[in-house]
């Protein structure tokens, strides 16, 4: 059972930027897609962003894009987000999720099976 944990929550004025992390506990994503969604009081969860197991295809949701980037730590195997000139739509709890790629073969974050417990961004002045 892969376990995700996410770190780098914490409080952030608009404009400003944040990284978060997922990591697997006791291993490494190398053979995993990872997802960053994200969900606000009152609202829907949602996609941000997703990155197949390598990191060299990335997609992003049009409200981020150009503002948030995901990609892969090599070293320690574990993936991050980037955020840049946030703003305060951008504050909620966000959640990486994993699903196995199979055969190696990218189709996208559909069927995300593994859930962190989620790591909270507040945007505000």
């Known amino acids: 059972q892969l376990q995700l944990v996410e770190s780098g929550e914490g409080l952030v004025q608009p404009g400003g930027s944040l990284r978060l992390s997922c990591a697997a506990s006791?291993?490494?994503?190398?053979?995993?897609?990872i997802g960053w969604y994200r969900q606000a009081p009152g609202r829907e969860r949602e996609w941000v962003a997703c990155?197949?197991?390598?990191?060299?295809?990335?997609s992003h949701a049009d409200s981020v894009r150009g503002r948030f980037t995901i990609g892969k730590d090599d070293t320690s195997g574990s993936f991050y987000l980037k955020m840049n000139n946030v703003n305060t739509d951008d504050s909620g709890t966000y959640y990486c999720?994993?699903?196995?790629?199979?055969?190696?073969?990218?189709?996208?974050?559909?069927?995300?099976?593994?859930w962190g417990n989620g790591t909270v961004v507040t945007v505000s002045l």
């Open positions: 999720a994993a699903v196995y790629q199979v055969l190696g073969i990218y189709i996208g974050c559909n069927g995300m099976k593994y």
């Open positions: 006791g291993s490494r994503l190398d053979t995993y897609t």
């Open positions: 990155a197949s197991k390598s990191a060299d295809i990335t």
